[in-house]
């Protein structure tokens, strides 16, 4: 895969301090483009809406709470049908892409993309590139039709199928170039983003009348700047299932202790919201907040007091919590998959080993250990009612940005209002739980268990930890009451 970055970013400043970060457009590099009224002003289905159009001045702020002498900051484009669009309805021949790993709601994005375009533009041709970036120009090609996709989004998984891996930008350039393809949806994480930018940056190059539109994908929700990824919901709710499970199997038995792994490789937020949804879970254990076994404060202690005060313990976490603590002949920090991410050892059979190794040697209480791991019935799963709502309006954003003629463009929420999102705003960090944020402050209080660090280490951690925009962090912002809290409960 090339290098994303390429492209200058596009800024349009204002009074106040506003800042537009704005995505490309197919105007941008080819001159004199045609413009087309938009059909949906005389589409049945839209006819009772008030204002069709979005005005092209809108913008949406990434920062929603400020001071009075703050400045308006950093604004992005807002999502949704243009009065003008730039393509005829018949000369769209659209593709669909599904990369990386699976995630509930992948089939619903695909249904929408292909109904939208259809019930609200009136193209009729869709091709669905089966196998991930290597099937542009590996494997045969899907026709989509809103008949053919109908029922999808009540199953798991892409009917698509994916990969990871597999990005030759060159190929796929030139088999979008050969096939005649004139707006590529492309669904993935933030590697999937990356390599999008670089297919977006060749097809600048090359000229080519091609818009390029990107819907965030990744379960463990760690895609900066949108306010969380589809998928998320239904993955916070399928995991009560196990730790249910785990709650159950550990109150049955004396000194029972029920260990759940679910995903989060760099980031928590699956762990942290399950565990907060939960209210059965003594211990979360997530990438960002280290944690240490032996010794006053550690977790080997926590479990026995835990263990003596209640005769049960579940403790909950992420999978790449505490990978540092393995030892080194175990780990797998020089190996990556396909797609880039390191790959983990199974941190969950780990400690679980270690907890049986620590309370048998100490022999002053004996337990009873299960481990759940439900990753992949997790991923497998149709997406829920909330998240099935959620993919619709994502799908249809990039359906009215691609139409409008813009390109180089992930769409997502911000801040509640669907905005189009340049690249590299997406691809420049991931998204972490920031442990001085108050959010973090509302799990230790709901399970009491210790944060592990010392006062010190959190100040550190709140001075280097760059500001969130993310909704799931909390209320975009950290205050000293969040941080006497984490403190608090060091002590």
């Known amino acids: 895969m090339g290098t994303a970055g390429n492209v200058q970013p596009k800024i349009v400043t204002g009074d106040a301090g506003y800042v537009l970060e704005d995505v490309p457009h197919l105007a941008d590099y080819i001159p004199d483009l045609p413009t087309y009224p938009n059909p949906l002003q005389d589409n049945a289905a839209y006819s009772v809406v008030k204002q069709y159009f979005v005005n092209d001045d809108d913008s949406v702020a ?31 021949h659209a593709c669909i892409v599904t990369c990386g790993g699976l995630c509930p709601g992948l089939n619903t994005v695909i ?27 590996s494997q045969n090609t899907i026709s ?43 669904i993935g994480g933030d ?25 965030p994908k990744t379960i463990d929700n760690d895609i900066p700047v949108i306010d969380k990824s589809f998928g998320f919901d239904t993955a916070v709710e399928e995991a009560q299932r196990a730790i249910n499970a785990a709650h159950v199997e550990s109150e049955s038995i004396e000194n029972g202790i029920g260990v759940v792994k679910l995903m989060g490789r760099y980031s928590g937020f699956i762990a942290m919201h399950a565990t907060l949804a939960s209210r059965d879970v ?14 006053p404060g550690g977790l080997f202690e926590f479990i026995e007091k835990r263990l003596k ?29 396909p797609s880039g991410n390191k790959l983990l050892q199974d941190v969950g059979l780990w400690i679980s080993q270690k907890i049986r190794d620590h309370f048998s040697r100490s022999k002053r209480m004996g337990i009873t250990l299960k481990y ?99 909704l799931l962090n909390g209320e975009n912002g950290r205050d000293d009451e969040a941080l006497e809290k984490v403190i608090s409960n060091t002590c």
């Open 62 to 92: 990434q920062k929603i709470v400020v001071h009075k002498s703050s400045p308006r900051g950093t604004h992005f484009r807002r999502a949704g049908p243009r009065q003008k669009v730039y393509f005829e309805s018949d000369e769209v």
């Open 111 to 137: 249904r929408e993309i292909v109904c939208g375009l259809n019930h609200m533009y009136g193209v009729n041709r869709v091709l669905g590139i089966a196998g991930g970036y290597r099937g542009f120009y």
């Open 144 to 186: 989509l039709t809103p008949k053919v996709v109908n029922d999808i989004h009540k199953r798991g998984g892409t009917i698509l199928g994916t990969s990871r891996g597999g990005h030759d930008t060159s190929k796929i350039v030139d088999s979008i170039q050969d096939r005649g393809i004139n707006q590529v949806y492309i």
């Open 191 to 215: 590697g999937t983003q990356r390599g999008a930018s670089v297919i977006f940056e060749e097809i600048q190059r090359r000229g080519l009348r091609v818009a390029v539109a990107g819907i």
């Open 282 to 295: 003594d211990c979360c254990l997530i990438p960002e907040s280290p944690f240490y076994l032996e010794g």
């Open 309 to 337: 005060e209640n005769g049960h313990m579940v403790i909950v976490m992420a999978e790449g919590a505490g990978q540092e603590l393995l030892s080194e002949s175990m780990r797998s920090a020089d190996r990556q998959d």
């Open 372 to 470: 759940i791991d439900p990753t992949y019935m997790i991923r497998a799963v149709p997406s829920n009612a909330s998240d099935n709502v959620y993919c619709t309006l994502l799908a249809q954003s990039a359906v009215h940005g691609a139409m409008a003629g813009y390109t180089g463009f992930t769409v997502g929420p911000v801040n509640g209002r669907h905005s189009y999102i340049p690249f590299y705003r997406i691809i420049e960090r991931q998204n972490k739980v920031v442990i001085t944020d108050r959010m973090w402050a509302r799990l230790l209080s709901s399970t009491n268990q210790p944060s592990f660090l010392s006062p010190t280490d959190i100040i550190e951690d709140k001075k280097e930890e760059a500001p969130q925009s993310q």
